[in-house]
């Protein structure tokens, strides 16, 4: 199975950005808007300069006066683990696991096509596991 396999079930194409000189006042909009837990750091939707995730807001703005006016390029990971259309889907997990992160951009030739969260990759695998049981019971019984 590969990163576009579980990009293709998962049935939506879209992926939210947010402009790095947004404030964590219009990022916290934008995830409720959305119902998602983190956004792609973006300036024109295509290449991506960081992401940031709920998890940001908390870790880095604990403390800070006014966190509403401060910019998503202060609180956001600029270091970003990506992944390819081709990659494997076991890789994808085995790297989220021990990169402990819970988002992963898809880029194909530097451009973004996708976000995958744990949850849908999980989610891809558990339905994987569903099929092999499925099959194997029509098997047996067959």
Same mark, same amino acid.
């Given at each position: 199975m590969r990163v576009k396999d579980v990009l293709t079930s998962k049935g939506s194409s !879209?992926?939210? #950005? !947010? $402009?790095? /000189? @947004? #404030?964590? @006042? *219009?990022?916290?909009d934008r995830l409720a808007e959305h119902d998602?837990? @983190?956004?792609?750091? /973006? /300036? $024109?939707? *295509?290449?991506? @300069?960081g992401i940031v995730s709920e998890r940001d807001v908390v870790r880095k703005l604990r403390g800070v006066d006014d966190p509403g006016s401060e910019t998503v390029a202060t609180i956001m990971v600029a270091e970003v683990v990506t992944c390819g259309p081709d990659d494997s889907a076991d890789a994808l997990m085995l790297i989220m696991t021990n990169r402990r992160v819970r988002h992963v951009p898809v880029l194909e030739d530097g451009v973004l096509v996708g976000l995958l969260s744990v949850g849908d990759a999980v989610k891809q695998r558990m339905d994987t596991l569903e099929f092999e049981r499925d099959q194997l019971s029509s098997y047996v019984q067959g």
């Open positions: !879209i992926v939210h #950005t !947010i $402009d790095p /000189s @947004a #404030t964590v @006042a *219009e990022l916290l998602v837990g @983190a956004l792609v750091v /973006s /300036s $024109d939707g *295509e290449h991506v @300069a």
